[in-house]
């Protein structure tokens, strides 16, 4: 493992990637470009010392709960939104292994000819020693998202960060897409979220945070520095806390 440089904040970090995040500029599936373009960002900040464990979600290829609304059964679909991350996780690990980092991929479903099974000794070892793991198949139980998963893991591993990766630039009070006198938030406290029921994460992901005082940052995936910036302890996104917050 690479010495951690003096300038980090947080040296342990696990980053939750939306299925979606995979797109790049495609309609579906997963866009090569933009996975050599989170791995690159992975790798430097890698090479900072930090180590790293990566959820993925699947909603690119497909969704348990919008399958469920169209009348297939909720747990059905969401094993298929389960082997959807597996896809992910797969085609992000030969991405930031091109970047020349060494990844395992760890599955909460056993498939032991692609994936490890999920152990967590074993997944804190593979963060001592220099490697990056990706955690897919959710948390291999259905009606539980993603994002779950992502606190779930970090907490396991002992992360000192969740950094959720978005599209946009941290939190607003209303989606700043279609309402341009949003404001962002700069830092906001567990139960804002909850209370206010901001779309970022879901509630469980939210309360799991909140129970292990673990912080969240969500902010913009498509500043290519901006990972490394947050390691740092530099001003990013929104930061969630148990400190109170208030807008920017």
Same mark, same amino acid.
């Given at each position: 493992?690479?010495?951690?440089?003096?300038?980090?904040? #947080?040296?342990?970090? +696990?980053?939750k +990637?939306?299925g979606?995040?995979?797109?790049? $500029?495609?309609? =579906?599936?997963?866009?090569?470009?933009?996975?050599?373009? &989170?791995?690159?960002?992975?790798? $430097?900040?890698h090479?900072?010392?930090?180590?790293?464990?990566i959820?993925?979600?699947?909603?690119?290829?497909?969704?348990g709960?919008?399958?469920?609304?169209?009348?297939?059964?909720?747990?059905t679909?969401? =094993?298929?939104?389960?082997?959807?991350?597996?896809?992910?996780?797969?085609?992000?690990?030969?991405? &930031?292994?091109?970047?020349?980092?060494?990844v395992?991929?760890?599955?909460?479903?056993?498939?032991n000819?692609?994936?490890?099974? #999920? &152990?967590?000794?074993r997944?804190?070892?593979?963060? $001592?020693?220099?490697?990056?793991?990706?955690?897919?198949a959710?948390?291999?139980?259905? #009606?539980?998202?993603?994002?779950?998963?992502?606190?779930?893991r970090?907490?396991?591993?002992?992360?000192?960060?969740?950094?959720k990766?978005?599209?946009v630039?941290?939190v =607003?009070?209303?989606?700043?897409?279609q309402?341009?006198?949003?404001?962002?938030?700069?830092?906001?406290? =567990?139960?804002?979220?909850?209370?206010?029921?901001?779309?970022?994460?879901?509630?469980?992901?939210?309360?799991l945070?909140?129970?292990?005082d673990?912080?969240i940052?969500?902010?913009?995936?498509n500043e290519?520095?901006n990972?490394?910036?947050?390691?740092?302890?530099e001003?990013v996104?929104? +930061?969630?806390?148990?400190?109170?917050?208030?807008?920017?």
């Open positions: 493992m690479t010495d951690a440089s003096p300038s980090l904040r #947080y040296r342990r970090v +696990l980053l +990637l939306s979606e995040a995979l797109l790049g $500029e495609r309609q =579906y599936g997963v866009d090569p470009t933009f996975c050599a373009f &989170i791995a690159r960002q992975v790798a $430097e900040v090479a900072q010392g930090v180590e790293i464990g959820v993925v979600g699947g909603g690119n290829i497909f969704r709960l919008a399958a469920a609304a169209r009348g297939m059964d909720r747990a679909g969401d =094993y298929i939104g389960m082997l959807a991350t597996v896809m992910n996780g797969l085609a992000l690990q030969d991405a &930031i292994e091109r970047a020349g980092v060494p395992r991929v760890m599955s909460a479903i056993a498939m000819e692609i994936a490890e099974p #999920y &152990i967590r000794r997944a804190v070892r593979h963060l $001592e020693k220099g490697r990056v793991a990706i955690f897919v959710g948390t291999g139980n259905p #009606y539980f998202t993603t994002d779950t998963a992502a606190a779930l970090a907490v396991e591993i002992g992360a000192e960060v969740l950094l990766a978005t599209k630039d941290g =607003y009070d209303a989606d700043p897409m309402d341009p006198t949003a404001t962002k938030y700069a830092q906001l406290d =567990y139960q804002d979220l909850l209370r206010d029921q901001l779309k970022v994460l879901d509630a469980a992901a939210v309360s945070c909140m129970e292990n673990l912080p940052v969500v902010f913009d995936l290519p520095d990972i490394t910036r947050v390691a740092r302890g001003t996104g929104t +930061l969630i806390s148990a400190e109170t917050g208030g807008a920017a």
